[in-house]
């Protein structure tokens, strides 16, 4: 059976979530899924993933000079891994990190790769990804002797398939990251939900008026289980809030389950950014805003009263 | 002192805001508004913060686009490049092929001191040219760059990561740089700046005269279709506290995500 490798990520030492679904995706072409761990606990990995269909863990040890992270080294250690245990297709996730690392091993394998498939036909090679903002699908038929994927988070849906998954060790020779050292790195907000692996999202726009009223959607936010807030260019611009919070065109692309569009009219720019949310719940005080013509729910009301009602529903909610 | 040459590689792209019409089975309608690619104006805003503190330097965009992208390089010469080169094609090429002659443009013109450009391009979205460019030429890259430095002989770059975590990277010049939007507040064009580009040099090369290596590997568009907009939005009605209600109800039970 041909086996197809999973880039497999981490976040606050745990597998993320957005993982599963990759497997999913192996199992449903009749593939075997490989997950590459690296510099990683491939205990931990193996117990994550397992119950995913995953039927082998390849930890992969690539540390140098510099310490354990190095993104060209990674990329180094990842085309080696797929050589050595005759792997001839990878999917990982097109999340910072894979953006970072997928087109450097498609770089160094002048391997083809498309980015942010909401689907892939694994068996004969064809990615699903959108282009143009969103305003079209294409299907990208990828030739070559390797075919490299970057899946969009949460555009698989992850099922449970139990199965028993053995550990490889892999040792990558240390190369000199090819010109390229990491002096440090900078935590960010741990613990935070990324926005673009993201089950739900409130989202805040012009309507919020300062980054103070922020604080609403942040704490609807803890409110619901994998919810993160994102904000819409104008937020960003204006800087309300960090432009790392910015869904859009030119800002993160999301894919949540639904997708809470408070204060923010819906630019095209803006839903080039969230239009494949499962559900799009548009609040907002003016009626005639382009987003209540293209949602599932909209609410013409007070932004603000809508909002403070909703922190304390949902903290109802959460109350057993 | 030799001159320090800053590359520019820019790409001409459809207006984000265009109507996007399918034509035949892989093809858009191209007769709608292009200009540069967004997060290409953070890389040529850079470039030309490195030309003032590293003189002698130039500013070089280049692009692989048909002849309509001298637009295009019109634009990055306004917002500062000296000068551009425009690799004439007809056709739609992956960025397999792309950076190929992207490196071959360079190496023909001169010796680059620094590559810039956007992280990616808001129309295909491809995240990549940038790394297999850097590849092609046997330099190291970085993208999602907020912050840039150059010191003797290597440039510090801060990479923004998930949850705004940040790698300071220190890669060796020459390198390829892929622009981040918390790169700079891109400098945009005045009339003057508008004027003085008309009079700068667009040098045009046919791709054929270019003599770019074919790729074992490709990428193909094999269909394009128009999204699909489908949703029927219901309103939701009453008074804050009864609207909050319906919200939740509708995350508890349709969405099912509490």
Not at chain 2, 77 to 99: C, K, P, Q, Y
Request: aromatic content about 4%; hydrophobic content about 45%.
């Amino acid at each position: 059976m041909e086996k197809i490798a999973l880039l497999v990520e981490f976040k606050d030492e745990q597998v993320k979530k957005a993982n599963f679904g990759m497997a999913t995706l192996v199992r449903r072409a009749g593939r075997m899924p490989c997950g590459l761990v690296i510099n990683a606990p491939a205990d931990g990995a193996k117990a994550a993933l397992a119950p995913y269909g995953v039927e082998q863990i390849v930890a992969v040890r690539a540390a140098g000079p510099d310490g354990a992270w190095n993104p060209e080294r990674w990329a180094g250690a990842v085309a080696a891994a797929m050589e050595r245990f005759g792997i001839s297709q990878l999917i990982g996730l097109t999340s910072p990190q894979g953006r970072d690392l997928l087109p450097r091993i498609a770089a160094r394998l002048d391997a083809p790769l498309v980015m942010d498939c909401i689907d892939i036909d694994l068996q004969k090679r064809l990615a699903r990804t959108t282009h143009y903002s969103g305003k079209t699908l294409a299907t990208i038929r990828m030739s070559g002797r390797c075919a490299i994927y970057g899946l969009r988070p949460n555009a698989i849906e992850a099922q449970k398939a139990p199965a028993a998954a053995e550990t490889l060790a892999f040792d990558y020779a240390a190369d000199d990251g090819g010109g390229l050292a990491v002096v440090a790195t900078r935590s960010g907000d741990s613990g935070s939900q990324n926005l673009a692996e993201a089950d739900v999202i409130f989202s805040g726009g012009r309507g919020l008026k300062n980054g103070e009223n922020f604080k609403l959607l942040f704490d609807c936010a803890r409110l619901v289980p994998g919810a993160a807030v994102g904000a819409s260019r104008v937020a960003v611009d204006a800087g309300w809030v960090p432009y790392r919070m910015q869904v859009g065109q030119t800002g993160v692309k999301v894919n949540p389950r639904v997708y809470i569009a408070c204060g923010i009219s819906g630019s095209v720019q803006h839903f080039a950014g969230m239009k494949s949310s499962g559900m799009i719940i548009a609040i907002n005080s003016d009626p005639h805003a382009a987003i209540m013509a293209n949602c599932d729910y909209y609410a013409a009301a007070d932004l603000f009263g809508v909002l403070s009602e909703l922190r304390r529903q949902l903290a109802a909610v959460g109350e057993p | 002192m030799p001159l320090f040459r800053i590359y520019v590689c820019v790409k001409h792209v459809p207006d984000s805001a265009a109507t996007i019409t399918v034509v035949g089975p892989n093809r858009i309608d191209t007769k709608i508004t292009y200009l540069i690619n967004p997060y290409d104006e953070h890389a040529l805003t850079e470039a030309a913060r490195l030309r003032e503190r590293h003189g002698p330097a130039e500013v070089v965009a280049v692009c692989l686009g048909p002849v309509a992208a001298e637009n295009t390089l019109r634009s990055a010469m306004a917002m500062g490049a000296d000068r551009s080169i425009l690799v004439v094609t007809t056709e739609e090429h992956d960025s397999i092929f792309t950076a190929r002659a992207l490196k071959c443009a360079i190496v023909r013109d001169g010796e680059p001191g620094i590559i810039l450009t956007g992280k990616e391009a808001i129309d295909t979205e491809g995240m990549q040219t940038l790394f297999r460019l850097a590849a092609n030429l046997g330099l190291p890259a970085a993208t999602n760059v907020v912050k840039l430095t150059l010191e003797e002989g290597s440039a510090l770059a801060e990479c923004e990561k998930e949850g705004g975590a940040v790698d300071v990277l220190r890669l060796r010049l020459p390198c390829v740089i892929g622009a981040g939007k918390g790169l700079n507040t891109p400098k945009y064009p005045t009339f003057p700046d508008i004027v003085r580009s008309r009079k700068k040099e667009v040098l045009k090369i046919e791709l054929a005269a270019l003599g770019v290596p074919a790729a074992e590997s490709r990428m193909e568009i094999v269909e394009l279709k128009p999204a699909l907009e489908n949703r029927s939005p219901k309103a939701l009605t009453g008074s804050p506290a009864e609207i909050a209600r319906r919200i939740a109800v509708i995350l508890k039970e349709e969405a099912r995500v509490m």
